[in-house]
């Protein structure tokens, strides 16, 4: 019997390559907007589903917009509408790297980043209300 490999199973093997980030910037609470803060995100359609990579300088009004379809394009075509992950920036620039750099990462990354932090892929917007 094949053993499927699950997308947490290279998590070892991604230590190297995963940037880990001080928790207070990954997990903390939202911060006042006045304070220059950036986000960049991961939106899913469902557990292991369709996933998109965004940043923004304001979380809560960003997933709104996906989650309600108010944004055209991907999010609202593929019903992208769960936030999993984000990630807090003091500097824009530093957030759209990081973004960048996620985009250009294999899904199985992603996928393994999610499952550090939200291993049952809850939709961490009703947190941050």
């Known amino acids: 019997m094949d053993v499927i490999p699950r997308p947490w199973s290279v998590i070892?093997?991604?230590s190297?390559?995963?940037p880990?980030?001080?928790?207070?910037?990954?997990?903390g609470g939202i911060?006042?907007?006045?304070?220059?803060?950036?986000?960049?995100?991961?939106?899913?359609?469902?557990?292991?589903?369709?996933?998109?990579?965004?940043?923004?300088?304001?979380?809560?009004?960003?997933?709104?917009?996906?989650?309600?379809?108010l944004a055209e394009g991907f999010t609202k075509k593929?019903?992208?509408?769960?936030?999993?992950?984000?990630?807090q920036h003091e500097d824009v620039n530093q957030a759209i790297r990081r973004e960048k750099r996620l985009k250009e990462w294999p899904r199985e990354w992603k996928l393994a980043l999610?499952?550090?932090?939200?291993?049952?892929?809850?939709d961490l917007y009703d947190e941050l209300l």
Do not use: C
């Open 16 to 18: 190297s390559v995963i």
């Open 114 to 122: 999610i499952e550090i932090d939200n291993p049952t892929w809850r």
């Open 78 to 87: 593929y019903q992208v509408h769960r936030l999993v992950y984000f990630e």
């Open 12 to 14: 070892p093997r991604l």
């Open 20 to 27: 880990r980030l001080d928790p207070e910037r990954r997990t």
């Open 31 to 69: 911060q006042n907007k006045m304070e220059n803060t950036y986000y960049t995100y991961i939106m899913a359609s469902q557990r292991n589903g369709t996933l998109y990579v965004g940043v923004t300088s304001d979380l809560i009004r960003r997933v709104y917009e996906h989650k309600n379809d």
